[in-house]
């Protein structure tokens, strides 16, 4: 059915405007955005295609998974409307990782991991952050170190003290993720960890933990006394 074919009380747009866009179901949202459907479908039909068509994720968790080879696959969505998805979904992203970056504390392990659960969790490569502390234990810098296995030959200690120095931090933190969502750390994490807490504890500049985030999964290594 054409939108055209829908009374006009049910179209997505009149009805944002009569009720406001928190009345619209997740298909009628999605309809607002892509606008037009395809063949004899409307928008909302196209819709509901898009968010039933990842293999094991539905609704509107699915935009999180769904790649853009995923979306063009589909008839009707090209490679505009594929970017319109894709920009949503990363918006959405974006908006619950500064709310959570703007609420994270040295002492909060839980906001840590909230925020990078939510920063990590649709990767496929393994990336190593580096938080920065002020003497309010608040968050003043969050550094990308690598991104590829987290190997300790990789990992430059001489540029975390470089960073650190650079932004006057006093304490910090490492957080990475592992894509399997196995969050045992392997040796060369541990032999990383400890590399850097013992340059740290000559500069006065503390490493407080090393967190390794998986699917709703951490492992802390200073809750687990290996620093």
Do not use: W
Not at 37 to 62: E, P, T, V, W
Not at 118 to 146: D, H, P, Q, V, W
Request: with cysteine; proline share 1%; aromatic share 10%.
């Amino acid at each position: 059915m054409l939108i055209k074919d829908i009374a006009s009380c049910e179209r997505p747009y009149e009805k944002a405007l009569e009720f406001g866009v928190d009345s619209l179901s997740d298909a009628e949202l999605l309809a607002t955005i892509i606008r037009t459907g395809y063949g004899d479908g409307s928008s909302i039909d196209l819709s509901n295609i898009i968010l039933n068509c990842h293999y094991l994720y539905k609704g509107l968790l699915s935009l999180n998974y769904l790649e853009r080879e995923d979306l063009i696959s589909i008839k009707g969505i090209g490679n505009t409307k594929a970017t319109q998805i894709l920009a949503i979904a990363e918006l959405s992203r974006r908006m619950v990782k500064q709310k959570l970056k703007n609420e994270i504390y040295f002492m909060n392990a839980e906001s840590i991991v909230s925020y990078y659960n939510e920063k990590c969790k649709y990767l496929k490569k393994e990336r190593l952050y580096l938080m920065l502390f002020n003497t309010a234990n608040m968050l003043i810098k969050e550094i990308l170190l690598s991104e590829g296995t987290v190997n300790q030959s990789l990992i430059s200690t001489r540029e975390i003290f470089v960073q650190a120095l650079k932004y006057e931090a006093v304490n910090m933190i490492l957080v990475h993720n592992h894509p399997s969502g196995n969050v045992e750390p392997s040796k060369s994490d541990i032999n990383v960890t400890y590399r850097v807490y013992e340059a740290g504890k000559l500069l006065g500049i503390e490493l407080f933990d090393h967190i390794i985030i998986g699917y709703d999964k951490y492992f802390s290594m200073h809750e687990r006394g290996i620093i």
